[in-house]
């Protein structure tokens, strides 16, 4: 089990682009790993209803996110392609696919540079994207930086910075108390399970916030052929 010292240290190692890196693989996958636009298509093409298809995966990311699993069977793979604790790059990986899922639901670009650099400040959460547009750091909200007339790369690169600092946060000590009571016998597994859930329903529901429809309303003889 990773300690609290090794957890820093890799931590200290990490670039703000690996948030890139697990947004890149959260939209596209990888082998068995279905990325959020197939997954988001299934559920659309299945629901016949982009907001009833957003509802499916919303409930399934906090399921996912809640459930102890998920890190523990996918952790090799994390960890081989990138430089950062398991349980965080799972963590970040089912929040960013979740958020790409809403935005193109939605009816964004999930290619777009100005839809991943608005998925990535939805990722901060509500608390972080109120704290840095209090700091003047983000302009205006996801939306509005998503139909951007051009792709800012500098603010592209504080919101990653931004999301660097947060997860540094969360392996240093800064919640210590949510870090010792996850390593408690018996207690860890479900104060994990409490708080990767509940902060994935958070940022779900910022996102909902955040990222309003641009999808028209379409019958299933439309949806069907749109994706077909």
Do not use: C
Not at 22 to 32: E, R, S, V
């Amino acid at each position: 089990m990773m300690q609290q010292s090794d957890a820093v240290a890799v931590a200290e190692g990490l670039t703000a682009d690996v948030f890139h890196e697990i947004l890149d693989l959260a939209i596209k996958g990888k082998g068995k790993l279905p990325g959020a636009k197939h997954s988001a298509t299934q559920l659309l093409v299945k629901h016949n209803d982009a907001e009833a298809a957003v509802r499916s995966m919303i409930t399934s990311h906090i399921a996912m996110a809640g459930g102890q699993g998920f890190a523990t069977n996918w952790g090799g793979f994390f960890v081989s392609l990138l430089t950062i604790p398991a349980n965080l790059a799972a963590a970040s990986f089912l929040q960013a696919r979740l958020v790409a899922g809403i935005a193109h639901l939605r009816g964004y670009e999930l290619d777009d540079p100005r839809v991943r650099t608005a998925i990535l400040m939805v990722m901060l959460g509500p608390g972080g994207s109120a704290d840095l547009l209090k700091k003047g750091v983000l302009p205006s909200s996801a939306a509005m930086v998503a139909t951007a007339p051009v792709f800012d790369k500098q603010l592209d690169g504080q919101v990653s910075k931004a999301l660097l600092d947060r997860a540094m946060n969360q392996v240093t000590g800064k919640r210590l108390g949510v870090w010792v009571g996850k390593r408690i016998p018996f207690v860890g597994g479900g104060v994990g399970a409490a708080v990767d859930g509940w902060q994935t329903r958070s940022i779900a529901m910022h996102a909902l916030e955040e990222l309003p429809s641009r999808r028209p309303k379409l019958g299933r003889g439309v949806v069907e052929a749109t994706n077909s």
